[in-house]
Every structure is written in structure tokens, then in C-alpha cells.
């Protein structure tokens, strides 16, 4: 809290009474307002009565963390995690899981209408895969690693903060990656030096096979981790792979540019419908399997009857793969020299002899003579961008086409909502948008988009 003698006083102000909450923040944050003042509320839900310590006091806003629910929300439940709120993975354990499709479903309207500024959008209700509400849906997880004083902690940042939250398990993981982590907390203690200099371990499952991978990432080679390779094989016997890597490109990169297999093999194989795809853990795909199966249905039946598609940010080349299953031809575009390879190998896999792919950055594979030859007699360009959204240039370089469907599929609101205002701009009609619950317990949705040309 910034410490002038005014934001002390106003903070004991805030304290002094309960507040009462009409929000929700896609952070998780409830939202709240005293004398017009707005605080955010960790620990909060809509229609509660809180009583708060304020932690931070700003010009316009406060953040603070419930103390005391005098007055619960029927929508509140048990979240079911020892350290929900502190650690900063889940936004929403303690809220009714029907009540958090239908919150998601308003932000996504919400973006649209306010950041989009679009009218008349129908967002459809929010799908989900799960049969059971606390089941666990991700394959992958990415921990973060600290060594002090002989001690090696394994867990998660707290939410907007640097402070690591230890766990010894996780809810939201599929069993055997939970599994995996717990014998990977019991290797920690048994081993902490192994862990000397690594930063984050990620570890991925497939959910229709055998593999599990972890990869042990830090700025410098790993030195002894080698070395205790029979130690963790004994703590987490279903590892399949253990990698490492070096050498990060900025502050915030989880994975170095350079890497080396230490035991194992680096590959994970995952099922999608009748397709199967084999990629190494740095490679980008999706974390929860049968949502990422009912959206790649539905893209395939969208373009039936297409000629050829562009996929843009087309990673491993998953749409590639399940659109030429179907006798649709496509050229896939993507950054990452690796998974431009594992797109081009699990084409050949499958016997999708109709899909290419070409190593390079959206932007400039649609710029120019380039793009003019990339998109000449396209059926429909997909898109399916980081959370930032499509680069510059990207939805410009899709208007200059004319082509004639852009399929979107999007992980943050706020950008498809920014790029469909500039397709809308470009004479493009956006359909019903479908979200699909990817990420459940966290502000998190995954969004399917349609634009057509009026």
C-alpha cells in the first residue's frame, strides 16, 4: 500500500464498514463501490456483504482481500484447494460452476459490445466437456522452481505478484499429471540440488496415451540434474521423457532457445477424433483435449465443401490435419521452427497429403506479392492467435484477400473483439459467437468466431 498519510486514512474508511459486491473481474476479483470509490475484492462473488483489509489504495481504485463474508452468495461452494485464492492458477473454485459458465458467457458479450463495439452479437451458451465439476481437465502445467538455503519449493506465482505459492497438488490437472506432480514435490525434497537453477519444470500428459514429459528450463545448462535422473524415475514412474532447456529469449520466456534430451523421448502423442498428433512439450496445444476435439468438429464441418484454407498461428498443424481427413487442402503458417516440422510429420502420419506448412510469422507471410500469392483462391482463412491477438498487419492483409470466411478462434475476448471491429470495418459480418469452457475455474474462455463477406 503506498504509504502518504491520505490513501492510510482512506483505507481504514474502506475498512471501517462491510461492502457490498455487484461484480465480477475476469481476474477473479470481486467488484465493489463505497461513496463511488471502486475496490476490488479477492475471495469476493457477486451479492456478497465483505468485510475487507485493503491492500493497495490508487487514485481511482482500491484492491483488497475479504476478511469476512457476513453475507454469502448462493452461488458460493466449497472451493476444494488448500491454497485457493493464494495461488494465482484458479480465479473461480468457490463459485458454482453453472453460475461461472453464465458469468463467462456475460464477458465475452460484455467485450464484444463494449471494447468491440458491436451490437446485435448472439453469443451462444458456454460448452463444456466435463461430466463432473471438480474433475481435472489440463494435460500440461507449468511449474515454478525455487532453491534456497538446501530447500527446493515447486508451485505456482500468486496472483499479479512474484511470491511463489508451494502446492503438493493440483485439482484442475487430469490424474496422471497430478500424480506426476506430487512425485515431483517428494523429488524436490528428496533431491533439492538436482533442481539447483532451474526456474520452471513443465510437465505434459496425453490423455490418450502413455507419455509424460517434463522439461527442466533454466538460464544456465543444468549440471546435475543428470545425475539424479534414477531419483526422479522413482518418484514419478510414468515419465516417459525428461528434457531440458537454456538459454531464454527475455525475462518472462518459460523455455530457452536451446535444448537436449536428457532420458527418454521428448515427444508427446495425443489423439483428436481419428487424427494423432506427436509434439515436444515447448511446442504449442491445447491443455484440455476433448474441448479442443469439439472445436476442431466444428471447424471441419464449417468448411465442408471448402478448396483450399489458410491456418494462421497453425502450430503443430492440428486443423491442417483433421480439415485434409476430409479431403480439404491447406496451408499452414507458424513461427515456431519446431512445430512447423511436427506439423509437416503428423500431416505424413495421418496420410494428409494435401495440408503444407511454411515456417513464419503471420504478419509477414500475408504482406505483399507474398501474401497476395499465399491468399489468391482461399476458401476461408483460420486464425488462431496467442491471447494479444493477431499482429499488425494481419487483419488488414486478410481485408486487402476478400476472402470470403474467417474462421477466429480466440483464448481473450478483448483482442477477437478489438480484431472483429476491424473485419466488421473491412465488410465482413460476424455470426454467432460460441465459447467453449477450455479453461474452467479461471476467467478464462475459448471463443469461436465466423465471418462472412456482405
Known amino acids: ?24 473481474l475476469e481476474n477473479g476479483q470481486g467488484v465493489g463501490r463505497a461513496g463511488g470509490f471502486v475496490t476490488f475484492v479477492t475471495g469476493g462473488l457477486p451479492g456478497e456483504r465483505v468485510r475487507i483489509a485493503v491492500d493497495e489504495i490508487k487514485r481511482k481504485y482500491a484492491s483488497a482481500h475479504a476478511l469476512e463474508i457476513e453475507q454469502a452468495s448462493p452461488d458460493r461452494v466449497d472451493p476444494r484447494c488448500d491454497v485457493f485464492p493464494q495461488c494465482g492458477g484458479c480465479q473461480t473454485r468457490h463459485l458454482r460452476y ?42 500440461k502445467v507449468t511449474l515454478v522452481c525455487s532453491v534456497r538455503s538446501g530447500q527446493a519449493r515447486l508451485g505456482f506465482y500468486s496472483a499479479r505478484s512474484h511470491r511463489l505459492v508451494p502446492i503438493a497438488t493440483c485439482p484442475v490437472l487430469v490424474e496422471r499429471l497430478d500424480e506426476a506432480v506430487k512425485g515431483l514435490v517428494a523429488f524436490a525434497g528428496a533431491a533439492p540440488e538436482a533442481l539447483r537453477g532451474v526456474d520452471h519444470i513443465v510437465a505434459r500428459a496425453s490423455t490418450t496415451g502413455s507419455d509424460l514429459v517434463m522439461s527442466f528450463n533454466g538460464r544456465e545448462p543444468n549440471r546435475t540434474l543428470a545425475a539424479s535422473l534414477g531419483e526422479l524415475r522413482r518418484h514419478v514412474g510414468s515419465v516417459s521423457g525428461v528434457v531440458t532447456s537454456w538459454d531464454p529469449s527475455s525475462e518472462n520466456a518459460v523455455f530457452g532457445r536451446r535444448a537436449a534430451t536428457l532420458w527418454g523421448s521428448g515427444i508427446v502423442r495425443e489423439r483428436v477424433g481419428a487424427a494423432a498428433f506427436s509434439f515436444g512439450v515447448a511446442s504449442f496445444f491445447q491443455i484440455n483435449t476433448p474441448v479442443l476435439e469439439e472445436i476442431g468438429a466444428r471447424v471441419v464441418t464449417m468448411l465442408e465443401g471448402a478448396g483450399r484454407v489458410v491456418d494462421l498461428y497453425c502450430g503443430v498443424g492440428t486443423f491442417g490435419v483433421l480439415l485434409g481427413k476430409q479431403g480439404i487442402a491447406s496451408t499452414g503458417v507458424e513461427s515456431f521452427a519446431p512445430a512447423v516440422d511436427e506439423a509437416r510429420a503428423n500431416a505424413a502420419e495421418n496420410g494428409v497429403t494435401s495440408a503444407q506448412f511454411e515456417c513464419a510469422a503471420a504478419s509477414a507471410a500475408l504482406a505483399g506479392e507474398r501474401g497476395r500469392t499465399l491468399l489468391a483462391g482461399a476458401s476461408a482463412v483460420i486464425v488462431d492467435p496467442p491471447r494479444k491477438g493477431c499482429e499488425d498487419g494481419v487483419i488488414d492483409g486478410i481485408a486487402r484477400s476478400r476472402v470470403a470466411r474467417v474462421i477466429y478462434i480466440s483464448c481473450n475476448p478483448a483482442t477477437l473483439a478489438r480484431d472483429a471491429k476491424l473485419l466488421l470495418a473491412a465488410g465482413y459480418r460476424m455470426g454467432a459467437v460460441a465459447p467453449f469452457d477450455m479453461f474452467p475455474r479461471t476467467g478464462h474462455v475459448e471463443l469461436l468466431a465466423e465471418f462472412t463477406r456482405q
Open 98 to 139: 453453472a453460475a461461472e459458465l453464465e458469468w463467462k458467457r456475460r464477458l465475452v458479450t460484455d467485450a464484444l459490445v463494449r471494447l468491440g463495439g458491436l451490437r446485435d452479437i448472439r453469443v451462444s451458451e458456454v460448452w463444456r466437456a466435463r461430466r463432473a465439476e471438480n474433475a481435472g481437465y489440463r494435460n
Open 1 to 24: 500500500m503506498t504509504n502518504s498519510g491520505a490513501a492510510r486514512a482512506d483505507a481504514v474508511a474502506l475498512a471501517r464498514e462491510p461492502l457490498v459486491l455487484d461484480d465480477l
